[in-house]
């Protein structure tokens, strides 16, 4: 990896993944999110479906809310039915895209090396990449967990990926969803971890049940720079309150 070129920001990265939920109605959680004042300590990331990032991009545009998106095809353009590139999302408005996350994983069979690819494209598009990695439950309980991240940093991060343009989210699988949550011991050995294969600079976030009641004790853990947030981003209060706790 290449040294950090500028000085990274030390504020909390809150990102939030609606998944596939929202509808034009939703904006009115964002206008909660731009409305209240600025959390001190985090930078606020929301990504909706594709369907909304121009009309949430374009709403937040000079607020302290940016707007990503939850997926790209590595393609620029061409013959590919349905899907939606990078470029589209970065001149949707999106500022970040995430790349791998657990679900296309499972529910599109992508690959490490269809991850990179992606990761790729989010560079070329000019966003950050928010890239995922986690192990199963399985996994863990066979004590591979560190293996299985480091299999996936190795297949997934592009090699010239610099920390201006590139975070890694370890979401383990398990707790996707679910309520349930690594203990903060366990979090810190994998952030350990990948912060030491990224080397120095790299934003790494953690996700998995995140919620306003468990953030401060993630987000104190070391090595921890942010959260990414399904369930509990779909609120505004709550999203609120888990940036709240980066202070
Ligand atoms: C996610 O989808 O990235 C996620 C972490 O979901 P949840 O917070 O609902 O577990």
New binding site residues.
Partial sequence: MKPPATKLPTSRLIAG?W?MNGLKVSVAELDLLLAAAPPAGAELLLCPPATLVASFARRASASHVRIGAQDCHWAQSGAHTGDISAEMLADAGASHIIVG?S?RRADHGETDSMVRRKAEAVARAGCIAIL?VGESLEQRDSGQTLDVISRQLEGSVPTDSVPEGLVI?Y?PVW????GHTPTTAQVAEVHAAIAGRMGAGFRLLY????KPSNAAELLAVPHVDGA??????LKAGDFLAIAGAAA
Avoid at 207 to 210: A, L, P, Q, R, T
């Fill in positions: 993944n998944k996350h679900e995922c989210a979401e707790a996707i969803g679910t996700g998995g049940s995140v990414l947030v399904g369930g509990a981003s």
